[in-house]
């Protein structure tokens, strides 16, 4: 394979769709290590991806910021510093400038550009894609890196568009922020992100109502600025880092303790919560090794953190509805966070248990649950993602015989190690379905989807191969893997999660990321490659 086209035209070796962690990391390897003429389109203005389009108050990452960063430059991890223990979005944001700055990347980032279409052309083997402003590209490789959790799920709520006051969703958030001073605001939701906005808005809102529907749990975050001694130490224990976040199945960088909940005394494992607790964070997941394997030890994490709430929350009736969770501990993405159960401590906070008393409409003046009306002059929506599966199935992406992922994918996604779509030539999915990925702390599964893919990219340079796609049986193979993975855990006992797409009225109910973990992932791809890109089809 040569490269073709001309780097300054729309006619390209490979296009890259999003610029956050994955689509700038993937143009920097085809573009610099591969020599392809390779482009980035991306829909925002700015690179960051998620990090770009969430801005609500109090977003932050909920993994620890020394892992939560690109490790493929020793030097890159010398020259940036993070100043808290989780970033805070802003913060992420500007590291993702400045590697893109560093990198000399945004020469080749096409921003404010929104795909619509991509339309495999087997006569010419290349991808024809078209954006939302009538611009036509065309590439051999079509690379999608549009994040899990970039397609808002706004729920269709009767009565919003008469809503007099404003409304927004935190993953759409403006840019210029939103001022809650003295307003009655109404938070809808309460997953990972109304849990780190809530304590936010209430600081300075007249008033705050929260709308549950699923109670969550919640370990607080403990976050606090780095200290010089805790820099000092990552800046000269990178490889050690490493080590640990390659070889954990949720790639962060602490190991989970190889002991089981029943290998341990009422008392010690009392203690071990309670230190857990204090430490603050997403190691309290990885306690014992059996929490999310075990009903039964899984209990004994559910009714310490059950506990917590009752302690916490002085309101015995509003302490009951936020302790009263239908779901196992981490079934669904367990949240950490900054005060969130203490907000209901503030008179000016107020929680409406939208289980037992349902929102009918949103009236002119607010919302309206069964009960009552709640007058309100801003509503934020933190109600999720349709994730996963939503930022591909909004493009329109046809593949061979004009095959349409959506009919592809009509009862649920299918496809190869998370990475390729039967039917689909020589486009690669970063973090799809299918993958490890928001099991995992992200940039360690998406520096290593990057790499396979170019790593087969230059593969097939090297050998004359000029089409690549997964075998049907290899498919089948892939998403029985997917499912067993995941009925070996207790994640598919949250029946509402967005992991199983239950949170979208209609979507097909699969469990997507592949819950096998990222060593064991990471050791089928070698395998896969070792044997000759073994379920794969090239040719020329
Ligand atoms: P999530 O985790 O999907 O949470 C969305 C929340 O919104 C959750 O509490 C939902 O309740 C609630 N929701 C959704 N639709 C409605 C309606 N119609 N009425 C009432 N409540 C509703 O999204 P997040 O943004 O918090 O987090 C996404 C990921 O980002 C997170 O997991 C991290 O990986 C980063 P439900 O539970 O569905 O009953």
Redesign the pocket.
């Known amino acids: 394979m040569t490269t073709e086209a001309n780097p300054a035209s729309n006619d390209l070796d490979a296009l890259i769709i999003g610029a956050g962690f994955s689509g700038m990391y993937q143009l920097l390897c085809l573009r610099d290590r591969l020599g392809l003429s390779a482009r980035v389109l991306e829909a925002g203005d700015g690179v960051g991806g998620?990090w770009y389009w969430?801005r609500y108050p109090g977003a932050r990452c909920?993994s620890e910021s020394h892992s939560y960063c690109y490790s493929f430059s020793r030097e890159l991890l010398q020259e940036w510093e993070w100043s808290e223990r989780y970033p805070g979005q802003a913060e992420i944001l500007r590291y993702l400038d400045f590697v893109a700055e560093r990198f000399d990347l945004k020469r080749d980032i096409r921003l404010g550009t929104r795909v619509v279409s991509a339309h495999y052309d087997a006569f010419s083997n290349r991808w024809r894609v078209t954006t939302e402003k009538g611009e036509h590209f065309t590439a051999k490789f079509l690379i999608t890196a549009v994040g899990?959790?970039s397609t808002a799920?706004v729920?269709?709520?009767p009565g919003l568009e008469h809503f007099e006051g404003r409304w927004f969703h935190?993953?759409q958030w403006p840019h210029e922020g939103v001022d809650f001073t003295g307003k009655r605001v109404g938070q809808?939701?309460?997953?990972?992100?109304?849990?780190?906005s809530a304590p936010v808005i209430a600081e300075t809102a007249a008033h705050l109502t929260v709308?549950?529907?699923?109670a969550?749990y919640s370990v607080p975050a403990r976050n606090a600025p780095l200290t010089p001694e805790f820099k000092q130490w990552v800046r000269e224990h990178q490889d050690d880092i490493q080590a640990i976040t390659h070889s954990t199945p949720n790639a962060h960088p602490f190991r989970i303790a190889d002991r089981s909940v029943f290998d341990v005394t009422p008392e010690e494992r009392q203690a071990i919560y309670e230190a857990a607790w204090e430490k603050g964070g997403l190691q309290f997941r990885a306690t014992f090794r059996d929490l999310l394997l075990s009903k039964e030890a899984n209990d004994t994490a559910r009714e310490f953190l059950r506990g917590k709430i009752r302690e916490i929350v002085k309101d015995p009736k509003t302490a009951k509805a936020l302790a009263d969770i239908d779901h196992p501990y981490a079934a669904?993405?367990p949240?950490i966070d900054t005060n969130y159960f203490e907000t209901f401590n503030r008179d000016n906070v107020s929680l409406v248990d939208?289980r037992k008393d349902p929102?009918v409409a949103i009236t002119p003046t607010g919302v309206r649950t069964r009960k009552k009306d709640h007058p309100l002059d801003l509503i934020v929506?933190?109600?999720?993602?349709d994730?996963m599966t939503g930022p591909l199935l909004r493009i329109d992406i046809r593949g061979r015989d004009t095959l349409s992922l959506a009919d592809a994918w009509h009862a649920g996604p299918r496809n190869y190690l998370g990475l390729q779509v039967a039917g689909f030539p020589n486009l690669f999915t970063i973090t799809g379905p299918g993958s490890p990925s928001?099991l995992c702390n992200m940039p360690i599964p998406i520096e290593q989807h990057v790499e396979w893919i170019t790593d087969c990219i230059a593969h097939m340079r090297r050998h004359g191969l000029t089409r690549i796609e997964p075998r049907e049986d290899a498919v089948d193979d892939w998403v029985e893997k997917v499912n067993a993975a995941a009925a070996a855990t207790l994640l598919p006992q949250a029946h509402?999660?967005?992991y199983l797409g239950?949170?979208v009225p209609g979507k097909p109910r699969v469990f997507m990321p592949y819950a096998g973990g990222m060593v064991r992932y990471r050791k089928i791809c070698e395998e896969v490659v070792a044997k000759g890109y073994e379920g794969f089809v090239l040719s020329r």
């Open positions: 998620t969430n909920d899990c959790l799920n729920p269709a709520i935190t993953g809808i939701g309460t997953g990972s992100t109304g849990i780190q709308f549950q529907r699923t969550n669904k993405r949240p939208v929102i929506f933190a109600t999720g993602f994730a928001v509402h999660s967005w239950a949170n």
